[in-house]
């Protein structure tokens, strides 16, 4: 199975200050279509996941465009341009490239 | 609105069995893949398995194989994951979700979720 390690595992964040975190895979994410299926989820606590990007970069509905991704290969990265307060809570990383499909552990997101 | 409403949380016993549901509306239930995550208390998520109602055609993942069994039944828009005998690590939050498309092309990303079913599993 791939293995996918997100960095850091906890990340202090200042309102206002951009924030970015990591998400590697232990083997590539491209799809034999020629798509990389890499997405990004965010949750608040009490709440169910909410789907921020989709195919490395592509933010889906309605997601603030402070929120931007990035990467190729192996190496993926989750960008806030300007952390505001409703941003806390926990981004995990997904690959679905193939099955089965893995959740990298999270990033935990908290104001300073 | 598209939405996935899962059934009332679940207190049971060590070797009982479940059957959790998740019923879609407003798209067609048919033809949008549906998995199902586990996260256990304080813990991230975990892929379980994934199923397209409109043949039943079920992905496991081998972490969960022989675990739980992943259904569905499209003529009442549902999803459902069961156990046949629990265990008290069975104890966490389940989700089930939509995994997205833009027209015919899947986006492989789950982009409508449910409200989450606590399953509590203790003597």
């Known amino acids: 199975d791939i293995v996918m390690t997100q960095t850091p595992l906890s990340s202090p964040v200042t309102l206002g200050q951009p924030a970015s975190f990591s998400c590697r895979s232990s083997q590539g994410l491209v799809h034999s279509d020629g798509n990389t299926y890499l997405s990004w989820l965010h949750q608040r606590p009490g709440q169910p996941p909410r789907l921020l990007i989709y195919?490395?970069?592509n933010r889906f509905s309605g997601v603030p465009d402070r929120f931007s991704g990035s990467g190729a290969g192996t190496d993926f990265t989750l960008k806030i341009s300007r952390v505001e307060a409703e941003d806390v809570g926990v981004y995990y990383c997904m690959q679905a490239a193939q099955f089965p499909y893995i959740f990298g552990q999270g990033t935990k997101v908290e104001i300073k | 609105e598209v939405q996935l409403v899962q059934s009332g949380a679940e207190v049971k016993k060590p070797g009982e069995s479940l059957k959790i549901s998740c019923k879609g509306s407003?798209?067609?239930?048919?033809?949008?893949?549906i998995g199902w995550m586990r996260q256990m208390p304080g813990k991230g998520l975990e892929w379980m398995g994934i199923?397209?109602?409109?043949?039943?055609?079920?992905r496991n993942s081998p972490s969960f194989q022989g675990q739980v069994t992943i259904s569905a039944d499209k003529s009442i828009s549902t999803a459902y994951l069961q156990w046949s005998s629990l265990k008290a690590s069975d104890t966490a939050m389940y989700y089930c979700?939509?995994?997205?498309?833009?027209?015919?092309?899947?986006?492989?990303?789950?982009?409508?979720w449910g409200q989450g079913t606590m399953v509590t599993v203790s003597s």
């Open positions: 407003g798209y067609d239930f048919t033809n949008y893949w």
């Open positions: 199923i397209y109602p409109g043949d039943s055609d079920t």
């Open positions: 195919k490395i970069s």
């Open positions: 979700a939509r995994r997205a498309r833009l027209g015919e092309l899947s986006l492989r990303a789950f982009d409508v």
